[in-house]
C-alpha cells in the first residue's frame, strides 16, 4: 500500500495493541501495563515508542566543560542539585536537593543510591538511551562522570544552569513576548 516508509515511523499490519482503562485513574492502559494514547493520526504514521535517542556527549566526556568537572569533583552536591531542579521542573529546589544528596553522602556514604533516579527520570523525560549500563551502575561506578553527562546534557538542551527551573522559564516567556507582534492601535472606520 506504501511504498516508502518515512524514518521513525512503524506501519501497522497488526491491529494497534488493545487496551483497557484503569480503574483508579480512567488512564487507558495498553496490555502490557504502559500508557496507551489514542493517535488522531493514522496507525501507519504512529512514532514507534520505542525510540530512544543518544546522550549529547559520552559519559567520560567531562573534560569538555572543565569548570563542570572540577565543581562535581569537588562538590558533587552542587552539580546534582542543578541537575535535580530542571528534572523536577522546579518543584524542588537547587539546595534542598543538594543537601539531600550531601546528607544521604554523609550517612549512607553512597549516594549513588539516590541520584540514579534523577538519571532514570531525566532518561524518560527526554527519551534517553540506556547507556552503556543501567542507571544504578553508571552512578555507582562513575558517579561524578555521570552527573556531569546529565549536566551536559541539560546545558545542550538549552537550560541555563545557573538561573535554575524558574529562571530558566522567565527567561524563555520573555523571548516569547519579545517575538509576538505588537498589536496595532486603532483600526480602520468609515
Known amino acids: 500500500m506504501y511504498s516508502t516508509v518515512p524514518d521513525g515511523y512503524e506501519k501497522y499490519s497488526d491491529p494497534p495493541p488493545s487496551y483497557s482503562k484503569d480503574t483508579a485513574s480512567g488512564v487507558p492502559v495498553s496490555s502490557d501495563g504502559s500508557l496507551y494514547y489514542e493517535s488522531s493520526k493514522p496507525a501507519a504514521f504512529q512514532i514507534q515508542s520505542k525510540t530512544r535517542l543518544p546522550w549529547s556527549s559520552g559519559l567520560f566526556g567531562c573534560f ?86 546529565e549536566h551536559r ?20 516567556n520573555r523571548a516569547v513576548a519579545a517575538m509576538a507582534p505588537a498589536e496595532v492601535e486603532g483600526s480602520m472606520s468609515r
Open 153 to 172: 546534557e541539560l546545558k545542550t538542551r538549552g537550560f541555563d544552569m545557573t538561573i535554575g527551573w524558574h529562571g530558566n522559564v522567565e527567561q524563555r
Open 64 to 149: 569538555s566543560d572543565l569548570k563542570t568537572c572540577l565543581v562535581t569533583c569537588f562538590c558533587p552536591c552542587i552539580t546534582f542539585g542543578q541537575v535535580a531542579e530542571i528534572v523536577d521542573k522546579g518543584s524542588t529546589s537547587c539546595g534542598a536537593s543538594g543537601a539531600l544528596y550531601a546528607l544521604v553522602c554523609c550517612v549512607i556514604g553512597c549516594p549513588c543510591f539516590y541520584s540514579c533516579f534523577y538519571r532514570a527520570k531525566m532518561r524518560q523525560q527526554y527519551l534517553l538511551r540506556q547507556t552503556p549500563c543501567c542507571d544504578c551502575l553508571v552512578h555507582c561506578f562513575c558517579e561524578c562522570c555521570a552527573l556531569c553527562q
